[in-house]
């Protein structure tokens, strides 16, 4: 039996509202200006003044020409969103949010005791052995499991000979691993793009830095030129944080989908020849017809 068309359907259905989404909340992403950062540039209408000193607290040490007096700034965290703007940060909380979501589907769909369940190899095994092979095929529809898709494949085939039978299973598992190698690639797609995004950032803050210091006359307002600076950094320090976890996930699941494949392709070979030589067994011995003797009639 072959329910490549269902699979492939439900396959289909199942990406197509993920990928949707995500492509939306980009779209919104890239839809917000970058921030600007943590000040504003002064406008002519009123000029950046100089900052006036505090008045010192009576019994407070007087601070020195090279010392700071700490204020309790905001953390670490606060000031990254703060620098970044909105914009950039829901742009890349977005694609942190897609990355998480794709390593939790691929963790899923990848489990190997979920592409070969032990019980669906025993169950087949014993119900061959008693040449049941009709509840074989039956048991084989039931399962969801990638095993169970490329022995319901290969099982028609053994008609032909072990080798059409074992080509079929190979291309429903390679169907299997077609499709998810579209997914991890999405993975390389996030890990290529976040250092990029983390460059326009960069550029975008440097520019601005770099305008303000060409167009100011005489006096340079230091916290808007700092927030500028520190625009481009965070960005960058963004794209950098996206980019590295995308890149490790896409190594580990790329390794695991090999791993996956070769394992189910051997387990179903191995049962494919274990039931071409039951079947074969059971066209050389056919059970034997019993006779019945018909009663003597008594003289």
Known sequence: ???????????????????????????????????????????PENPAQPPVAEAATPGAPASGPGETVDKGGKSFIA??????????????????????ALSVFLLMELRLSAATPSDLVEEFSRQVNARQFSQAQSLLAENPSLLARALSAGLPKLQYGLDEAAEATNRKVEEFRAGKELVISFMAVIGQLGPL?????????????????????????????????????????????????????????SKRLIQLTVEVNNTAMDLLTHVFGVMRKAAANPPVPTVTQPPTASR
């Not at 072959?2 to 992403?29: E, K, T, Y």
């Not at 060409?214 to 963004?238: E, P, W, Y």
């Open 1 to 43: 039996m072959d329910n490549q068309g269902p699979c492939r359907m439900a396959a289909g259905h199942g990406f197509g509202w993920f990928f949707s989404i995500r492509a939306f909340l980009l779209m919104l992403g890239l839809c917000f200006a970058p921030g600007a950062g943590m000040a504003q540039e002064p406008s």
């Open 197 to 253: 995004l983390g460059l326009v950032g960069t550029v975008y803050g440097m520019i601005n830095s770099f305008q303000k210091l060409g167009t100011s006359s005489g006096n340079v307002d230091t916290k808007s030129l700092a927030g500028d600076i520190s625009h481009a950094l965070v960005v960058t320090l963004m794209g950098v944080g996206v980019a590295v976890p995308a890149i490790f996930f896409f190594t580990f699941f």
């Open 79 to 100: 000031h990254a969103f703060e620098s970044a703007g909105v914009g950039w940060s829901l742009l890349m909380g977005v694609i942190s949010i897609s990355m998480v």
